[in-house]
C-alpha cells in the first residue's frame, strides 16, 4: 500500500500577524445550540446540526482549459486556428460562508490555477462565478467572494486549542461530486506533524476519523456547538491519492486548526495577501541528551541554534544555547509550539521572551518586524531539505550544536525533519539524527550530503552512517 497525502501544504519558518479576526469571523455559537443547552452534549443531536449549519457549507467547482502547444495550422476550407483548447479540467471542492456578504473560505490547492470558480449554495441552484479576495499558499488557505441574491448565513467560529481527543465532531462536504454529504466522527489526535515533506510551523493538524474524501478539501470540521473547529485539508489513502483524484478515506484525516486560520483569513480578506514578521532565530528541540550537556532539570523550550545578523533577536542580545521557554507570557514546551505563538502577535509589537542562558533566567523584549526578502533567503538556507525521495530536511553541525551534544568533532549534518513514510522514516532515521558517512563518504554539510544522494545508484541500498544518542550505528536507506 502506498500512502501518500492527498494536499501539498507550503510552509515557512516565518510568523503569520493577526489582526482582529473577530471582526470577520464571528465568534458564539447558533442560537439552538444554545439555548437548548446542546453543547457539548454526549449524545449529540447530528440531525439537528446537520439542519442548522448545512446552509452555510458551499459546493465549489473549479474549471481550466489546458491548450494544445502544437503549431498553427491551415486547413482548407476551415479558419485559422492556433492554441485551441484542448481539454476542460473540472475539479472539485467545498467551502463555507463566513460573512453574510458572500465571502467564503476554503484551500488554496481547490482554486489554484484555476479560470473558472463556480460556487453553489444548498438551496439556490444558481451557480454563482467567485473572485478570489487572497490565497496564502504556506497555509494552504483561500477566500473567495460571490454576490448573493439575498444574505447569506455564515458560521460561528469555535476555539481550536479547547477541542479534546475523543471529542465528537461533523464533518460537511461534496464528496465526489455527490453534493452536500454530512458525516460524523471523534478527535482522534491533536498537533499532528511531520506528513509533509516541508513541515515548519504550519504542519499542526487536527486529526479525525469523520469521512473526508476527494470533494470535501476547505470544507469545515464542526464541534456539537455549531462552531467551525477546523478546515478539512488531507487524506491518508491507499494507492496514489491527489484530491479530486481516485482515492478514498481510511478513517485519518486531517483538518487546519481554525486558530491557525484565524489570522489568515483575516488579512487575506483586509489586505489579499498574508504579511509575515520575523524574530530572527533558528531553533530546534531540547532532546534529553541536549538538556543534559546543557544541565537542565527537563528537556522542554526552544533551543536557539543561530541567531541572524541584524534581527530583532540579535538587537536584543539572544545568543546560539539560548533556550526559549516562554513567549509574551506563554509556555514555549518545544520548538514547534514557538512558531504558533508568533503567528498571533502583531508586526511591530515589543514581546516578553523568557529564556535561559547557562542555568539562569532572562527576559529578553524583541520587536517582531515584518519578513524582508534577505532575511527570507538566509532564513531559508539555515535548514534545508535534500532531495524528495530521502524524505529529510537538514542542517549543518556547527561547533556549538557540537558542543551542545557533547561531540568530539564537528561533522555532518543534524536532521531537523522527517516525512511520514519516507525511505528516511522507514529505515529509521529520527529528527536529531546525524548523517556522518553515506556510502563510505563523509558529509560535510547540506551540499555534499545533496551531492552523494544525486550521484549514487538508487537502484542499491544507501549505507548511511548515523549518530544517535545511543552512539553510531549504519543504517540502509531503500531509494526504489
Same mark, same amino acid.
Given at each position: 500500500?502506498?500512502?501518500? +497525502?492527498s494536499? #501539498?501544504?507550503?510552509?515557512?519558518?516565518?510568523?503569520?500577524?493577526?489582526v482582529?479576526?473577530?471582526?470577520f469571523?464571528?465568534e458564539?455559537?447558533p442560537?439552538e445550540?444554545? %439555548?437548548?443547552?446542546?453543547?457539548g452534549?454526549a449524545?449529540?443531536?447530528?440531525?439537528?446540526?446537520?439542519?442548522?449549519?448545512? @446552509?452555510?457549507?458551499?459546493?465549489?467547482?473549479v474549471?481550466?482549459?489546458?491548450?494544445?502547444?502544437?503549431?498553427e495550422?491551415?486547413?482548407?476550407g476551415?479558419?485559422?486556428?492556433?492554441?485551441?483548447?484542448e481539454q476542460?479540467v473540472?475539479?472539485?471542492g467545498?467551502?463555507f460562508i463566513?460573512?453574510?456578504?458572500?465571502y467564503?473560505?476554503?484551500?488554496?490547492h481547490v482554486?489554484?490555477?484555476s479560470?473558472? &470558480?463556480?460556487?453553489?449554495?444548498l438551496?439556490?441552484?444558481?451557480?454563482?462565478?467567485a473572485?478570489v479576495?487572497g490565497?496564502?499558499?504556506?497555509t494552504?488557505?483561500?477566500? /473567495?467572494?460571490?454576490k448573493?441574491?439575498?444574505?447569506?448565513?455564515?458560521?460561528f467560529?469555535?476555539?481550536?486549542e479547547?477541542?479534546?481527543? $475523543?471529542?465528537?465532531?461533523?464533518a &460537511?462536504?461534496?464528496?465526489?461530486?455527490?453534493g452536500?454529504t454530512?458525516?460524523?466522527?471523534?478527535v482522534?489526535?491533536?498537533?499532528?506533524r511531520?506528513?509533509?515533506?516541508?513541515?515548519g510551523?504550519?504542519d499542526?493538524?487536527?486529526?479525525?476519523?469523520a469521512?473526508?474524501?476527494p470533494?470535501?478539501?476547505?470544507g469545515?470540521?464542526?464541534?456539537?456547538?455549531?462552531?467551525?473547529? =477546523?478546515i478539512?485539508?488531507?487524506?491518508f489513502?491507499p494507492g496514489r491519492?491527489?484530491f =479530486?483524484?481516485a482515492g478514498?478515506?481510511?478513517?485519518i484525516?486531517?483538518? /487546519?486548526p481554525?486558530?491557525?486560520?484565524?489570522?489568515v483569513l483575516? %488579512?487575506?480578506?483586509?489586505?489579499g !495577501?498574508?504579511?509575515?514578521g520575523?524574530? $530572527?532565530?533558528?531553533? %530546534?528541540?531540547v532532546?534529553p541528551d541536549i538538556?543534559e550537556?546543557?544541565?537542565?532539570?527537563?528537556?522542554?523550550?526552544?533551543?536557539?541554534?543561530?541567531?541572524?545578523?541584524g534581527? @530583532?533577536?540579535d538587537?536584543? $542580545?539572544f545568543?546560539? !544555547?539560548?533556550?526559549i521557554?516562554?513567549y509574551d507570557?506563554?509556555p514555549v514546551?518545544?520548538?514547534d509550539?514557538?512558531?504558533?505563538?508568533?503567528?498571533?502577535? *502583531?508586526?511591530?509589537?515589543?514581546?516578553?521572551?523568557?529564556?535561559?542562558?547557562?542555568?539562569?533566567s532572562?527576559?529578553?523584549? *524583541?520587536?517582531?518586524?515584518?519578513?524582508?526578502?534577505?532575511?527570507?533567503?538566509k532564513?531559508?538556507?539555515k535548514?534545508r @531539505?535534500?532531495?524528495?525521495? #530521502?524524505g529529510i530536511?537538514? %542542517?549543518?553541525?556547527?561547533?556549538? #550544536?557540537?558542543?551542545s551534544? =557533547?561531540?568530539?568533532?564537528?561533522?555532518?549534518?543534524?536532521?531537523? $525533519?522527517?516525512?511520514l513514510?519516507? *525511505?528516511a522514516?522507514r529505515?529509521g532515521?529520527?529528527?536529531?539524527d546525524?548523517?556522518e558517512? +553515506?556510502?563510505?563518504?563523509?558529509?560535510?554539510?547540506?551540499?555534499?550530503?545533496?551531492s #552523494?544522494?544525486?550521484? +549514487?545508484?538508487k537502484?542499491?541500498?544507501?549505507?548511511?552512517?548515523?549518530?544517535?544518542?545511543e552512539?553510531?550505528?549504519?543504517?540502509?536507506?531503500?531509494l526504489?
Amino acid at each position: 500500500m502506498n500512502i501518500l +497525502i492527498s494536499a #501539498i501544504l507550503g510552509w515557512a519558518l516565518f510568523f503569520v500577524s493577526s489582526v482582529g479576526a473577530e471582526e470577520f469571523l464571528r465568534e458564539g455559537m447558533p442560537i439552538e445550540f444554545e %439555548q437548548a443547552g446542546a453543547c457539548g452534549a454526549a449524545n449529540p443531536h447530528f440531525e439537528e446540526l446537520a439542519r442548522v449549519l448545512s @446552509p452555510s457549507v458551499v459546493n465549489i467547482s473549479v474549471e481550466n482549459e489546458t491548450f494544445s502547444e502544437e503549431k498553427e495550422s491551415v486547413t482548407p476550407g476551415f479558419p485559422f486556428f492556433r492554441n485551441d483548447p484542448e481539454q476542460l479540467v473540472r475539479s472539485l471542492g467545498s467551502g463555507f460562508i463566513v460573512d453574510k456578504s458572500g465571502y467564503i473560505v476554503t484551500n488554496n490547492h481547490v482554486i489554484e490555477k484555476s479560470d473558472k &470558480i463556480i460556487v453553489r449554495l444548498l438551496d439556490d441552484k444558481t451557480d454563482y462565478i467567485a473572485e478570489v479576495v487572497g490565497v496564502d499558499e504556506k497555509t494552504d488557505l483561500a477566500v /473567495i467572494e460571490i454576490k448573493p441574491k439575498t444574505e447569506l448565513v455564515p458560521v460561528f467560529v469555535g476555539d481550536s486549542e479547547k477541542l479534546k481527543v $475523543g471529542e465528537w465532531v461533523l464533518a &460537511i462536504g461534496n464528496q465526489f461530486h455527490l453534493g452536500q454529504t454530512v458525516t460524523q466522527g471523534i478527535v482522534s489526535a491533536k498537533s499532528r506533524r511531520g506528513f509533509t515533506s516541508r513541515g515548519g510551523p504550519y504542519d499542526d493538524f487536527i486529526q479525525t476519523d469523520a469521512s473526508i474524501n476527494p470533494g470535501s478539501s476547505g470544507g469545515p470540521l464542526f464541534n456539537t456547538c455549531g462552531q467551525v473547529v =477546523g478546515i478539512n485539508t488531507a487524506i491518508f489513502s491507499p494507492g496514489r491519492t491527489q484530491f =479530486g483524484g481516485a482515492g478514498f478515506n481510511i478513517g485519518i484525516g486531517f483538518a /487546519i486548526p481554525i486558530n491557525l486560520a484565524k489570522g489568515v483569513l483575516q %488579512q487575506l480578506r483586509t489586505n489579499g !495577501k498574508v504579511t509575515r514578521g520575523m524574530l $530572527g532565530v533558528i531553533i %530546534q528541540n531540547v532532546t534529553p541528551d541536549i538538556a543534559e550537556a546543557l544541565r537542565l532539570k527537563e528537556a522542554h523550550g526552544a533551543l536557539v541554534a543561530d541567531v541572524m545578523k541584524g534581527s @530583532p533577536a540579535d538587537k536584543v $542580545g539572544f545568543k546560539i !544555547k539560548d533556550i526559549i521557554v516562554r513567549y509574551d507570557g506563554k509556555p514555549v514546551r518545544e520548538h514547534d509550539n514557538l512558531p504558533l505563538l508568533v503567528a498571533n502577535t *502583531p508586526i511591530g509589537r515589543v514581546v516578553e521572551v523568557e529564556i535561559l542562558r547557562d542555568g539562569k533566567s532572562m527576559i529578553l523584549k *524583541p520587536k517582531v518586524v515584518e519578513l524582508s526578502k534577505d532575511f527570507a533567503e538566509k532564513e531559508k538556507d539555515k535548514v534545508r @531539505p535534500v532531495p524528495n525521495e #530521502i524524505g529529510i530536511t537538514v %542542517q549543518k553541525v556547527t561547533e556549538d #550544536i557540537a558542543n551542545s551534544l =557533547g561531540l568530539a568533532s564537528v561533522r555532518g549534518v543534524i536532521v531537523t $525533519g522527517v516525512k511520514l513514510n519516507s *525511505p528516511a522514516y522507514r529505515a529509521g532515521i529520527e529528527r536529531g539524527d546525524i548523517i556522518e558517512e +553515506i556510502n563510505n563518504q563523509s558529509v560535510v554539510d547540506e551540499e555534499t550530503l545533496a551531492s #552523494i544522494l544525486k550521484s +549514487i545508484d538508487k537502484a542499491n541500498p544507501v549505507l548511511v552512517l548515523i549518530r544517535k544518542k545511543e552512539g553510531t550505528r549504519f543504517l540502509t536507506l531503500k531509494l526504489n
